[in-house]
């Protein structure tokens, strides 16, 4: 996992959460097959917001499930 930092303004933490954005099935496949085979990594699509960009980071993710 990466350390969470917020993707807007790159603050450390920040009281905020974790955001998954659409990922493309063969992207979530090949993360699985990895997973799967002990990788240890950042899973795809998923951001950090701080408490102040999390309200625009879910924006952002609903938007772009479209
Ligand atoms: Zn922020």
């Known amino acids: ?12 933490g920040g009281g905020g959460a974790a955001v998954q954005f659409p990922v493309d099935p063969a992207e979530r496949a090949a993360w699985d097959r990895f997973v799967e085979s002990g990788g240890v990594g ?25």
């Open 1 to 12: 996992m990466k350390p969470p930092i917020c993707e807007v303004c790159g603050v450390l």
């Open 42 to 66: 950042h899973p795809p699509g998923l951001a950090w917001y701080c408490a102040e960009h999390l309200a625009e980071g879910r924006a952002a993710a609903e938007a772009a499930q479209e």
